[in-house]
Every structure is written in structure tokens, then in C-alpha cells.
């Protein structure tokens, strides 16, 4: 399993005196989300159907035991600001003759279901994400990015950038970390250095005094290149306001606008 990601952020937080205000994104087909809820019995619900879409072809057998452990995982994340954690599995079978193909490790095609062997191959990621909250004037989002940028440069061995993203400004930060596994915990009995990767990127709410922090984790290096590609095209989606709401605003002003046109 992907080790967990570091759902902290290394940026000065203020004391959170109020509930973050809503953010909407998409996460796509291939992630699993965790149970999280704010009572045990929510949870204990959640985790049943979650155990039951992560091991779709078990049974009462696995999913049983299976259902207490995400729940217990998902209680050790209330209140540290997660939001949202889900287990990313995505097939690497060459489908297409493609051998750098990843697709979600059950999808659809042409309307049936597609089942992928998991010793054909599965790159795992874990994704978080968490409201932080910062002390800042909420419509001072630049201002904010740019503090946010100053403080993640300052590490060599963060890779951190400006991103212009759909929703405003944010700021990436890439690290890569070598674990050396012990000889005693491995298959082959000798030693293993295990590569893995994390992007998180931090967006300014500008809607209240939080700034939400994605994080993708992965030790799937050899995809590493696709996981980028998947955080960008998630990236793109966040919005502070419902995305339902601008379509039928937008809708109705396309509506208006034609009416009038036609007026004339």
C-alpha cells in the first residue's frame, strides 16, 4: 500500500475559530474515498460501502473484517482538517499497446464493465485534502500565494512553483524522499531504497481564512509522469462556489442574451 501522505502543511497556521467554507472539486474514476464522517455511525455505514467498491470481487469474508479497520482509519483523520483521503488504484495492462497506459483498475467500456487482473499491474497513490487555517484577509489570495511561495522556497529540496489555476491563485510543491527498507521487512530478504513522490499544492481560500492543501503521495515512481498529469486535471476543477450554480447561471444568461438577440 501507498505509505500515507502528510496531510500538515509546513506553512504558519492561525487557530481555526470558524468551519472552512465549501470547496467543490473532482476526483477521478479510480479513487476510492475513505469513509469520513462526524460520528461513529456514519462512519461504521460509510466503511461497509467502501469496502465493498475497494474489494468488488470479495465477499462477506473480506469485507466484514475489512469495514472496522477503514472506519478506525477514517476516526484517527476527525479533526485534523482532512476533508476529503481516498486510495488511488489504477491498472498498468497494456490495453492499447501502451505499456505506460494507467487506467482506473475497474472502469467501463462500451458500456460493460472492465476487470483488470491486479498481477498485471497497479500504481497506487493516496490523495488528501485539507483545509488549513491561515491568518489572512480572505480576498488577499495573491498576497497569500505569494507568502506561501517565499516560505516553501526557502527548503532546496522543495520544488515549488506559481500556479494559475481556473478557481486563482495557488502553489505547488513537489519533494521526492528515498526510504531504505530493512532486509527483514522485505520479500527478497535484502535491503530495498524505496522512491516516493509528493505533490501538494496549497490554494488560497478566497472565501475565509483557509487555505486548502492537496496532496497527492505515490511510491508508483514508474508513473510518476501520469500522477502529475492527474493532480493538474484535478487542479482544474476546484471552485469556492458551486459549480451547479454557475452553469445555470450561466445557462440563464446565454438564455437572456439569445432572447434579446432574437428581439431585435
Not at 23 to 35: D, N, R, S, T
Not at 71 to 86: D, H, I, L, P, Q
Amino acid at each position: 500500500m501507498t505509505p500515507p501522505t502528510e496531510t500538515t502543511s509546513p506553512l504558519p497556521s492561525a487557530p481555526a475559530s470558524q468551519e472552512p467554507p465549501p470547496i467543490w472539486f473532482l476526483a477521478p474514476e479510480g479513487f476510492f474515498a475513505l469513509p469520513l464522517a462526524a460520528t461513529p455511525e456514519e462512519r461504521a455505514d460509510l466503511s461497509q460501502s467502501f469496502v465493498r467498491e475497494l474489494y468488488s470481487r470479495g465477499d462477506e469474508n473480506i469485507w466484514e473484517p475489512a469495514a472496522p479497520y477503514y472506519a478506525a482509519m477514517a476516526e484517527m483523520m476527525a479533526g485534523t482538517g482532512v476533508s476529503y483521503s481516498a486510495m488511488g488504484l489504477f491498472s498498468t495492462a497494456d490495453e492499447d499497446g501502451d505499456d505506460r497506459a494507467v487506467t482506473p483498475d475497474d472502469g467501463t467500456q462500451d458500456g460493460e464493465v472492465v476487470r483488470h487482473e491486479g498481477a498485471d499491474g497497479v500504481a497506487q497513490c493516496a490523495l488528501t485534502v485539507a483545509a488549513v487555517p491561515t491568518d489572512q484577509d480572505g480576498t488577499d489570495t495573491d498576497v497569500v500565494a505569494q507568502g506561501i511561495l517565499a516560505i516553501l522556497s526557502g527548503d532546496e529540496y522543495n520544488d515549488a512553483r506559481w500556479l494559475d489555476l481556473p478557481c486563482g491563485p495557488a502553489v505547488s510543491c513537489v519533494t521526492l524522499r528515498e526510504y531504505r527498507i530493512r532486509p527483514e521487512l522485505t520479500e527478497t530478504g535484502e535491503q530495498v531504497d524505496l522512491l516516493t513522490g509528493q505533490i501538494q499544492v496549497h490554494v488560497p481560500f478566497p472565501t475565509g481564512p483557509f487555505t486548502a492543501v492537496f496532496t497527492l503521495h505515490t511510491a508508483s515512481m514508474d508513473y510518476w509522469t501520469e500522477f502529475c498529469d492527474l493532480m493538474a486535471a484535478v487542479l482544474q476543477t476546484v471552485s469556492f462556489t458551486d459549480p451547479e450554480e454557475d452553469t445555470e447561471e450561466s445557462t440563464g444568461a446565454e438564455s437572456q442574451t439569445g432572447s434579446g438577440s432574437d428581439a431585435q
